[in-house]
């Protein structure tokens, strides 16, 4: 089992910056690949970005390329998402995924999910 846990949500306005963090624990050492997903109300969940666990390339969706960056630190099992130039499109509940082998943009690919984190931006 792997246990994620986001944090860092909040309310901003439009053109700020926050940061997501997700923090795992449990048998992180089986996790491929870590991603964020995102859903907005009435809409479904929709992919924002993954990264390989051991070092490698980086997905986006095209949404959020160029403003959004997606990170890892190994030894402290966390994995953050940079969001800049923050748009009102940006309003959803952000979820952090982990998939145990070659999870990359659906969410069907991945194994385990943590609770949520609201990011709302107002215009």
């Known amino acids: 089992q792997v246990q994620l846990v986001e944090s860092g949500g909040g309310l901003v306005q439009t053109g700020d910056s926050l940061r997501l963090s997700c923090a795992a624990s449990g048998r992180t050492r089986s996790v491929d690949v870590m991603g964020w997903f995102r859903q907005a109300p009435g809409k479904e969940r929709e992919f924002v970005a993954s990264?390989?666990?051991?070092?490698?390339?980086?997905y986006y969706a095209d949404s959020v390329k160029g403003r959004f960056t997606i990170s890892r630190d190994n030894a402290k099992k966390t994995m953050s998402l940079q969001m800049n130039s923050l748009e009102a499109e940006d309003t959803a509940v952000y979820y952090c995924a982990a998939s145990l082998g070659y999870g990359r943009t659906m969410a069907s690919e991945y194994n385990y999910w943590g609770q949520g984190t609201q990011v709302s931006v107002s215009s």
């Open positions: 990264i390989s666990w051991a070092g490698g390339p980086t």
